[in-house]
């Protein structure tokens, strides 16, 4: 079986993306494991996570690396949340924010084996309600909401360190429906110039349809 370093902590398996597994035995989405000389590796789909898509898409750096800390904003039921939690490793931590106590009930089990997971149930438009996170190396953002532009702005600027990057999933259909996905993706970075500078995007076809992945750093 070929396996190959792509990037600190994140692997390619006979072509398909894979991280090494940091609760051995245990599947999140009925992802294939597999073990390579002593090792477990959980096989990432890139149709189930945009962040395994942006890779797949050309993702030049993944900011999130074994140490780094970071604000997962819409956790959901913690797909792709659980990889970063493999990246990361024991020394860093994955906040998980998620609005849907349905998708929590998903997420608390996760983080009984994952103790680097740290669920946390609210609304990623108050982040006073979860200040306590401090400051963070890298937000990621997935909430596909008409003002997730607003949501990332605000969670910027009390969490990420001076220069450290921010994630971006954007949803043109969640923004709106009637204009096409170019002028949306155009205006949604009209509004984030000031606060960020680009520094990688790119459409998430033929994973995702519709969705802009940005890779920007804090000013
Ligand atoms: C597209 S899903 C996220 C998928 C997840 N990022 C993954 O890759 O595994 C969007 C999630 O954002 C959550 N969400 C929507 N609005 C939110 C808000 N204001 N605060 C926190 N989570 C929110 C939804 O409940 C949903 O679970």
Redo the contacts with the bound molecule.
Sequence with gaps: MGIVKLFDGIYSIDGRLATENLAPGMRVYGEKLHRIDGKEYREWDPYR??LAGAIRRGLKEVAIKPGTDVLY?????????SHVSDIIGSEGTVFC????PQ?MKQLLPLSEKRENLVPIL????KPDDYKDVGKVDVLYQ????PDQDD?IIMNAKKFLKKGGIAMFCIKSQSIDVLRSPADVFAQVKAKLEPHFEFVQEMALEPFDKDHLFLVMRGR
């Design positions: 996570s945009k904003l819409g956790a959901s039921t913690g797909t792709t949340p924010v998620e609005i849907s998708s609210g609304d990623a438009r997935d909430v596909a909401q949501i």
